[in-house]
């Protein structure tokens, strides 16, 4: 089992910044990608950014591309997400997830994940 722990939501303006972290523990070893998917009231879960535990490189959804960072501690089992330049649009719950890796890459979709989060709110006012 691996718990994962959000933390770092809130309310901020349109153009500010959030950093959300997300706190892995338990049989971590088994998981080789982290990500993050957002989910706004009456659409469905959707990918944001990955990150595998090993090598260097992120992926991300064209509407964060430039704006959102994803980044890992191994040491702290932690992943995070710097969210800069945040739109109304970005407002949603904010969940990550572990998984396996697929052809060396992390999934971008939700059904490729095993483990999830509890969720942590962001809002960004207009």
């Known amino acids: 089992q691996v718990q994962l722990v959000e933390s770092g939501g809130g309310l901020v303006q349109a153009g500010g910044s959030l950093r959300l972290s997300c706190a892995a523990s338990?049989?971590?070893?088994?998981?080789?990608?982290m990500g993050w998917f957002r989910q706004a009231p009456g659409k469905e879960r959707e990918f944001v950014a990955a990150?595998?535990?090993?090598?260097?490189?992120?992926y991300y959804a064209d509407s964060v591309k430039g704006r959102f960072t994803i980044s890992r501690d191994n040491a702290k089992n932690t992943v995070y997400l710097q969210m800069n330049s945040l739109k109304p649009e970005d407002t949603a719950v904010y969940y990550c997830a572990a998984g396996l890796r697929y052809n060396g890459r992390p999934g971008v979709t939700p059904w490729q994940y095993d483990y999830w989060g509890q969720g942590t709110q962001v809002t960004v006012s207009s």
């Open positions: 338990g049989r971590t070893f088994s998981m080789s990608a």
């Open positions: 990150i595998l535990w090993s090598g260097v490189n992120t």
